[in-house]
C-alpha cells in the first residue's frame, strides 16, 4: 500500500471530501481533534497541546508538569511560579505566557534545567526564549525544587504561570 501524506491530501480535496478524510485521519489515530466546541482543531498525533486553543486531548487546560515520579510540597511549586511570573511581568512581555518550560539540560550531569533556553507557551504555540537567569531567584527556586524531587528523570520542568 502507498504512503499517502495527509498534507497533500486535504490539498487535493474538495469541501465535501475535505470532512471525511479528517475525519478518517482521527479514526487513524493520526490526528485527534480538539473537544473544545468552539476549536475543534485537528491536531497531529504528536502534539500535547491543540495549536488551535492550547487545550489538551482531554479538554484540560495547560498545566504544571513536574519532573518525575516525586511530589515537592506545593509551596515549592507556588515559589517557583510566583518568580517566574514576576520576571515576565518585569519585563513586560505581553501578552504574559501561559507557562514556560525549563529544558532539561544533558550535556552536564551536575546542571538541571537551563536558565538561558526556555521555551513559552501561549496557548499551544511554543515560542523559544532566551534569557540568562543565572544568580536570579528563578534560579533559586529551581534549586528548592531539585533538592525536593531528586530529577533523576531528565523531564523538562513546565510551570504555569497562574496557579
Ligand atoms: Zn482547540
Sequence with gaps: MPTIELAALLNHSDTAGRPVILKAAVAAGVLWKCRKSACSHHNDAGEELCRGCGRNSNGQPLSDSQPGPYVAPHEIWEMLREEVRDHFLAQ?????PDAVTFPWRSDDP????????LVVHHGGRQEPYSSDLQNT???SALEEVARAVEPGYLEDLRIT???
Excluded at 92 to 96: H, S
Excluded at 110 to 117: A, I, K, P, V
Design 92 to 96: 513586560e512581555i505581553t501578552p504574559l
Design 110 to 117: 551536575t546542571s538541571t534545567w537551563s536558565l538561558t533556553d
Design 137 to 139: 531567584e528563578i534560579e
Design 161 to 163: 504561570l497562574q496557579p
